[in-house]
């Protein structure tokens, strides 16, 4: 007996535009929920509502930075005024950052908070009231598996999701009493426009390559674990590895991430 229905529930998912944000869109919409989708990119949401709107589904776009208190207003007043109300908060609008902390712009640790770690607490305590409300309401950080184990080229990156990590882990206990589920999604790496969008890049370490999965399946996977009430999943082979492998000797994983840096 799934935990809860997707179909004829009100959704919010952040950094709509591209990769799992979008993809997130399209399954959540398959699957029966009227979703508000938002981030910067105009042209790219215009073309996801079309998507939608062709398959019947209900789309509301709102355009803007996650960072800007306005945008975040108006998210939320688009999910009251158009849908009634918010079951769904899918806090995924995120950025990267590449390069070793000593050659970083100090700008660089304070975007990737902002974006990643400040925007996403900020939707939080904003959509709280409607959540409450909610049926079987559900928040759903989009954390990483660099905010399970820390690795060089991305200090500021790998900070923002273990705060993301800590936050969510706490209000989850806090807003047990609400009714309000809180799930942590920690993808490894997956085939988007993220490497391509990242606010700096200095350098690159030389990982060895391992395949990536794709967006289309890390979002049904956050669905299915939406439906079955988890509160933490890592939609990744290697990433569950090294997460296992951290707890087991982090000063083995020391060694080897040093090796790349
Ligand atoms: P994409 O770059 O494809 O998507 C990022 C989304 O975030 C875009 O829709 C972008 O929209 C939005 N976004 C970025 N900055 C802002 C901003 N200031 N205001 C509003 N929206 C913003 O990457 P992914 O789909 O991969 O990333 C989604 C999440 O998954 C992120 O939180 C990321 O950290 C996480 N993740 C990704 C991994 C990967 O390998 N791809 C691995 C681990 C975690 P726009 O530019 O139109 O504003």
């Known amino acids: 007996m799934p935990k809860r229905d997707i179909r004829g529930s009100r959704a919010i998912v952040t950094g709509a535009s591209s990769g799992i944000g979008r993809a997130l869109v399209m399954e959540l919409s398959r699957q029966g929920a009227d979703v508000v989708a938002t981030a910067r990119r105009d042209d790219r949401l215009r073309a996801l509502s079309e998507e939608i ?3 019947g589904g209900r789309i509301e776009i709102v355009v803007g930075d996650i960072t800007d208190p306005q945008t975040r207003e108006k998210t939320i007043q688009a999910v009251h ?4 109300g918010l079951d769904i908060l899918v806090n995924n ?3 990267g950052a590449l390069g ?3 050659h970083a712009d100090p700008a660089r640790a304070r975007h990737v908070m902002e974006v ?4 996403l607490v900020e939707m939080t305590r904003l959509a709280f009231p409607l959540l409450k409300q909610g049926t079987n309401p559900i928040v759903v950080n989009i954390s990483s598996i660099l905010g399970h184990r820390g690795a060089p080229y991305s200090s500021e990156y790998s900070a923002s999701k273990f705060a993301v990590q800590g936050f969510s882990e706490a209000i989850r206990a806090e807003f047990t009493r609400h009714e309000i589920d809180v799930l942590v999604v920690s993808p490894g790496t997956t085939q988007t426009e993220f490497f391509q969008s990242v606010v700096e890049r200095v350098g690159e370490p030389t990982w060895p390559e391992h395949a990536a999965v794709t967006a289309e399946q890390v979002a049904r996977r956050i669905v299915r674990a939406m439906k079955s009430g988890r509160h933490e999943i890592i939609p990744y ?3 569950k590895v090294l997460c296992w492998l951290n707890r087991l000797s982090p000063a083995l994983v020391d060694r080897i991430m040093a090796r790349y840096a």
């Open 93 to 95: 609008a995120g950025v």
């Open 237 to 239: 082979g290697w990433g």
């Open 53 to 55: 709107s062709a398959q």
């Open 100 to 102: 070793l902390f000593e």
């Open 116 to 119: 990643n770690f400040f925007a």
């Open 81 to 84: 005024s158009r849908f009634g």
